[in-house]
C-alpha cells in the first residue's frame, strides 16, 4: 500500500560531541519521500526519503552556516541527504531497514534500527501510520572529514553521529478523501 509522508509530523534529528564533553543536537527537515507499507507484510515494505541538506540547524546561525559550508555538508554542492532501503527485517518485535545512504555525493551502507508505532484511523476514514528509526554513523565515512585538534587532547567534533528519525504518514486514500473534502468546502 502507497502511503504519503506527513512532513509535518516527520523530522530527523542528530547528536554529536562537541570538544569532547558536550553534546550538540539538531535537526534537518524531510523535503520528499515515499513509503510502500503493508501492516499485514511490513517486510515487504521500501522507503526513500530525501532530506534538505540546507535546513541544518542547531540552533546557532553561525554554527549552521558553517554546516552547510564545503567544510561539511557542502549544500550548494550536494542540496540533499537521501535515504534508499533494500530490504527490511523483523529484528524480535522490531524491524531492521537495510538501505544506502547518500551524504556529501557518497553513498554508503546503512542499518536502521526501526519501531512501528502503530496504524489507526485517520480523520478522513483512511489510516495513519508511525514509524521511528535510530541509527549511528561515523561522519568521516561520507567525506566530513573537517576537524580542530584540541590544546587538550582530542577533536573539536566528534565522529560519531547519533540520528533519529520520526515518520508519520497517511494512506494515499486519504489525500484523495482530504482533497475531496477540501473541494466541497471551496
Known amino acids: 500500500m502507497n502511503w504519503q509522508l506527513d512532513l509535518a509530523h516527520s523530522n530527523v534529528t ?11 543536537r539538531g ?9 510502500d507499507f503493508d501492516p499485514e507484510r511490513p517486510e515487504a515494505s521500501s522507503v526513500a526519503v530525501r532530506i534538505d541538506a ?7 546561525a553561525q554554527r549552521d552556516a558553517h554546516l552547510r559550508s564545503a567544510d561539511f555538508l557542502d549544500a550548494e554542492t550536494f542540496p540533499s541527504i ?6 527490511v527485517e523483523r529484528h524480535r518485535d522490531d524491524y531492521r531497514i537495510h538501505g544506502e545512504l547518500t551524504i556529501h555525493g557518497v553513498t554508503r551502507p546503512v542499518t536502521l534500527e ?7 484511523a485517520n ?5 495513519r501510520a508511525a514509524f521511528s528509526a535510530t541509527t549511528k554513523l561515523n561522519r568521516e565515512d561520507f ?4 576537524n580542530v585538534a584540541l590544546e587538550q587532547g582530542g577533536w573539536l567534533v566528534g565522529k560519531e553521529l547519533k540520528v ?4 508519520a504518514a497517511v494512506s494515499v486514500a486519504d489525500e484523495v478523501d482530504t482533497a475531496e473534502a477540501e473541494q466541497r468546502i471551496a
Open 164 to 167: 533519529e528519525i520520526d515518520l
Open 82 to 87: 537521501e535515504f534508499r532501503s533494500l530490504r
Open 27 to 35: 535537526s534537518l527537515k524531510i523535503a520528499d519521500g515515499t513509503l
Open 54 to 60: 540546507a535546513s541544518i540547524d542547531t540552533g546557532a
Open 14 to 24: 542528530f547528536s554529536i560531541r562537541h570538544m569532547m564533553v558536550t553534546t550538540v
Open 143 to 146: 567525506g566530513l572529514t573537517w
Open 123 to 127: 480523520l478522513q476514514g483512511g489510516q
Open 114 to 120: 526501526a519501531e512501528l508505532g502503530g496504524v489507526v
